[in-house]
């Protein structure tokens, strides 16, 4: 059997529900909201949020874990942009220090 693409096992049961339904609906927004019960302008932040899951996942320059996990925490909502920026700011200064201290030695 063939792997699954990373973008795609990066996906929740959720997602790949969301994914299922849109895909059903004929890429229709209007009819998903409809489906789910809910506005279009939720559906179309939820479509948003599934892109930029699949966007960090197919990211290459975000080949560490850490970065990857940190944008995918973002796209789910369960991360603040403004928090992830101070978290991915000091885990890049602390590279950048012991880089600079491996270089002294």
């Known amino acids: 059997m063939t792997q699954l693409p990373q973008w795609l096992a990066g996906l929740n049961e959720e997602d790949l529900q969301f994914l299922k ?3 059903l609906a004929s890429g229709s927004l209007k009819a998903l ?3 789910y019960g ?8 939820r ?8 966007q960090a ?5 975000l080949s560490a874990p850490f ?6 925490l973002v796209a789910d909502g369960k991360l603040a ?15 950048n220090n ?8």
């Open 21 to 23: 339904r849109f895909l």
């Open 33 to 35: 909201a409809k489906d």
């Open 38 to 45: 809910i506005s279009y302008p939720t559906v179309r932040t």
């Open 47 to 54: 479509l948003d949020r599934l892109i930029a899951k699949v």
């Open 57 to 61: 996942c197919e990211d290459t320059a």
């Open 67 to 72: 970065y990857r996990n940190i944008r995918l």
């Open 81 to 95: 942009p403004e928090v992830a920026r101070v978290l991915l700011d000091a885990h890049n200064e602390e590279l």
């Open 98 to 105: 012991r880089q600079k201290g491996a270089s002294h030695e």
